[in-house]
């Protein structure tokens, strides 16, 4: 036999051997919330690695929406979401049978950023960003002074997340009393890194996402404190969102587990490595991971197939985790 050949031939074989190796391997398929998946990714690195390639797991950035789109057609495992599921969505669910298990995971401190060379801007009212930010300031509000007088006349770029993302349901919400009411003319994007560098690259540009993205990048830009329910300007920190004054924008994250993936091996393992073991990497990307005993009642909502939703498929915000694990769920 030619030497070349046979070589061929075994590198051949090599490949097929990992090849084989690659798809024998168990898949646990995961989309959603940018805000989310960088604690899912850090998970699922660890995870992966323990299990030695015997376990695959994919991680998508299809927005909380998007997200759910998908986990209520049967198509992933695992949807992160930065919001509750929403009333269509659980009767999207419904409609194909799937059942889910809600767990809170960590928190989040949405965070309003603008570009360090925005000097005129240190805090921000809630009254301020809704003058940005609600239906009627579309094609009108184009300026800072038309905010607040004291800003300069200079155009005012906003960045923001799209349509199918939980934290644009979570900030219209908050901000303008209603669930995906905003003015349409912004800069959108599923992916926060997109909006990230549309902040370090505009010094007009006031932007809005999870924390986790400005802790990465705070170099290069500015997180503007909020004023809170108490008149009191508070900025993003882990502290904040504990003692609750960094309101209204603390707000809890999740997974939705399918109910039927769950009694997979492979799924429950990884559920239960998150649950346990997650609070090292919810706070090694920047989030802020519950105390002990909330992840031990998550645990055992999930040992004990706790189906549903605490929130009826409505918005809600201001809410701690303690009084969200003591509601009931329902489908």
Known sequence: MNIKFAAALVSVGVLSLAAAKVASAQTIKVDGSSTVFPITEAVAEEYQI???????????????????????HGETDISDASRPILTAEMATCAAAGIKYIELP??????????????????????????????????????RWDQVNSKWPRQPLK??????????FDYF??????????????????????????????????LAYFGYAYYAAQQ????????????????????????DGSYNPFSRPLFIYVNAAAAQR???????????????????????????????????????????????????????KVEDLLAREAKL
């Open 50 to 72: 323990q299990k030695r390639g015997k376990v695959h797991v994919t991680v998508g950035i299809s927005g909380t929406g998007g997200g759910f789109k998908r986990f209520c």
């Open 158 to 167: 906003l960045f923001g997340p799209g349509a199918d993302s939980g934290t």
């Open 265 to 319: 091996p492979e799924v429950k393992e990884f559920v239960e490595f998150y649950l346990s073991q997650g609070a090292q990497y919810v706070k090694e990307v920047k989030y802020v991971p519950f105390v002990a005993s909330a992840y031990q009642t998550a645990l055992g909502h999930f040992h004990n197939n706790k189906l549903g939703t605490v929130f009826n498929g409505t918005p809600q915000v201001g809410l």
């Open 105 to 142: 995971i960590a928190y989040d401190a949405l965070t309003i950023v603008v570009n360090p060379k925005a000097t005129w801007i240190d805090q921000v009212t809630i009254a301020e960003l809704k003058k940005m930010w609600e239906p009627a300031a579309q094609g009108v509000v184009t």
């Open 219 to 242: 170099g290069k830009m500015k997180a503007v404190k909020v004023v809170n329910s108490k008149g009191v300007a508070i900025g993003p920190s882990e502290a904040a969102v504990l």
């Open 172 to 205: 219209t919400e908050a901000v303008n009393g209603k669930a995906k009411s905003s003015r349409g003319d912004f800069t959108a994007s599923e992916d926060d890194n997109v909006l990230v560098q549309g902040i370090e690259a505009d010094s007009n540009g």
